[in-house]
């Protein structure tokens, strides 16, 4: 690839595949400039510090990942709907990169920081959806906590991809805790 053509977005990319497969210690000038077949030079003209360039791997996840989720959840009116669509693409994705991410923060703290405010932005989501069905703040607050910790839970299991639901659970799931019988 022509190192005139590449852009940010395309090392970001790059970074979130190498991450996925092979961890955070593939998250190198050198070895990404191999892959794209480009020089570390490319790498520095697009990234001032190897620190720039993991704040820009972070921010680059949660926009993939987080923010089409709630751009998502903010296109359906409907509110258990859009708790339910939430729930279908939170329980049933991103194992491998969500994991990765959250090993990388067990030893970066810059990492741990960001990836601690992506979750609560993840948990504010759920929270407002689950305030939409009717709830009261205090309870969303509490049931979008224990779907946020529910869903982290299962991706941290060995074999997660073991541990599923079916859409009829996740949409049961759904209705569930967005139902107003709290007492």
């Not at 987080?66 to 939430?86: K, M, P, R, V, W």
Request: hydrophobic share 45%.
């Amino acid at each position: 690839m022509d190192a005139r053509l590449l852009t940010p977005e395309d090392w970001l990319d790059l970074a979130l595949q190498e991450l996925k497969a092979h961890g955070y210690n593939a998250l190198r000038a050198q070895p990404l400039a191999n892959k794209l077949s480009v020089t570390r030079g490319s790498f520095y003209h697009h990234f001032e510090s190897l620190e720039v360039f993991h704040a820009a791997v972070i921010a680059h996840w949660a926009k993939m990942t987080s923010g089409q989720i709630a751009l998502a959840a903010q296109d359906i009116d409907d509110a258990t709907e859009a708790l339910d669509d939430l729930l279908q693409k939170t329980l049933c994705s991103g194992e491998a990169l969500e994991r990765a991410i959250r090993s990388w923060s067990t030893v970066k703290p810059m990492v741990a920081e960001a990836v601690e405010r992506i979750d609560q932005e993840r948990i504010d989501i759920a929270e407002t959806l689950l305030c939409r069905t009717g709830l009261p703040k205090s309870v969303s607050l509490a049931r979008a906590k224990l779907l946020y910790w529910a869903a982290i839970g299962r991706l941290m299991l060995p074999f997660p991809q073991n541990n599923v639901l079916s859409r009829v659970e996740i949409s049961d799931l759904a209705a569930l805790m967005s139902t107003k019988s709290y007492t």
